[in-house]
């Protein structure tokens, strides 16, 4: 559709970065609690700081359009025609938004889910092999963000390891480095339990 590498380069990532700067955590709980998410708790626009601001309902609806904003402009670079690495450009840049979102001064959620969608545009068995690690992590390290950090920088290695290759490994290797790099915010902070913390 987009023969044009150069047109490919500058579309699919602009496109990717908009729809992660949808603050949909942020226009949620405002709708339904009048606050904002990032006032309280982790601070964070992201789906498990909505469950404990305004209820697992928007939580749910907040974690479905997180995923879809990483899956859709993945979805369309696949569709356009674009170069694996510009595909994997375009995750990366869904998930950035995300986390420094354009409509929110900057201030987004961790992008977890957003890169989960970026994963099941092209290989659901990704996706779920890379929630298997990040739980696996967690429970071992008693430490989600930390736990985070690890997965984003082990993402495509593991992929790859498993057989993978191709788009996969570079949404693994490029999205997974801004999830690693997003989550050493939280590198210190103390949690109550697995997914909570200290309030």
């Not at 992929?159 to 490994?169: H, Q």
Request: one cysteine or more.
């Amino acid at each position: 559709m987009f023969s044009n590498p150069w047109i490919q380069l500058l579309l699919f990532p602009l496109i990717g970065y908009l729809f992660g700067s949808l603050t949909f955590a942020l226009w949620v709980t405002k709708v339904v609690q009048g606050v904002d998410v990032r006032d309280a708790g982790s601070r964070h626009a992201t789906t498990t700081n909505t469950i404990r601001q305004a209820g697992w309902g928007p939580g749910v609806l907040v974690f479905v359009l997180d995923v879809a904003k990483g899956f859709v402009p993945v979805y369309l670079a696949l569709r356009g025609g674009a170069a694996e690495w510009v595909v994997g450009l375009t995750a990366a840049a869904a998930v950035a938004g995300h986390c420094w979102p354009l409509f929110a001064g900057f201030r987004g959620g961790m992008g977890l889910a957003t890169a989960g969608g970026g994963f099941l545009a092209v290989s659901p068995l990704s996706f779920v092999v890379l929630v298997g690690v990040l739980v696996a992590l967690t429970l071992v390290m008693r430490h989600s963000a930390r736990a985070s950090v690890v997965a984003g920088v082990l993402a495509a290695p593991v992929l790859w390891l498993l057989g993978m290759r191709g788009v996969v490994i570079w949404i693994g290797a490029l999205a997974g480095a801004v999830i690693a790099a997003r989550f050493t915010v939280d590198w210190n902070r103390q949690y109550r339990e697995l997914w909570l913390d200290r309030g």
